[in-house]
């Protein structure tokens, strides 16, 4: 399998929900004119260091890793009846449109990148979810341990996903 890079949607939505891992040459630059470009389509190379690097262009694998590491959001695709489609944690793919393994992914990761939820006051974030909300989870969890207990049984707030803490906190709020 050849190693995909995102298209400029998806590389602009995930620095937006804070991606910040340089990618080097594969990028988008702000010329001096402001025109924005790929880093690859520069044909000027005496402008090349006066270049601001825009937006990083990770890789697909680069970006589901990203989103399963630090959002406990899992994007994988599978192959039924020879269609690709896209999944995210236990989340049913919300359009069947993607038909390559890449198209599914990239669609994907846009999606799990639509779940993060970024509180834009403070933008800091817990386990997934604004940190308000998380501490909100825990401070209700400490007040009604057996509601919680009958609903996710032994299981810690910090182990659920992140779709899980935000069903949950729409649940009790």
Excluded at 3 to 26: D, H
Excluded at 70 to 76: A, E, Q, S
Excluded at 99 to 128: P, R, S
Aim: net charge neutral.
């Amino acid at each position: 399998m050849k190693e995909q890079l995102t298209v400029f949607k998806t590389a602009r939505l995930a620095k937006e929900k804070g991606f910040n891992i340089s990618t080097y040459s594969n990028c988008w630059v702000k010329t001096l004119d402001g025109k924005i470009m790929h880093n690859s389509e520069r044909r000027d190379c005496a402008e090349h260091d006066r270049c601001e690097t825009y937006l990083s262009q990770p890789s697909q694998t680069m970006l589901q890793k990203w989103l399963r590491e630090v959002h406990n959001i899992n994007v994988y695709c599978v192959c039924r009846g020879g269609e690709w489609t896209y999944w995210i944690d236990k989340i049913s793919p919300l359009s069947q449109e993607p038909t390559t393994y890449e198209k599914a992914l990239e669609v994907g990761l846009q999606e799990g990148l639509y779940l993060i939820k970024q509180d834009k006051t403070t933008n800091k974030m817990k386990n997934g979810i604004p940190s308000e909300k998380y501490y909100f989870l825990l401070e209700w969890k400490d007040v009604n341990m057996e509601e919680y207990l009958a609903m996710k049984g032994d299981k810690s707030l910090c182990d659920l996903t992140t779709y899980e803490l935000n069903k949950l906190y729409e649940a009790v709020k």
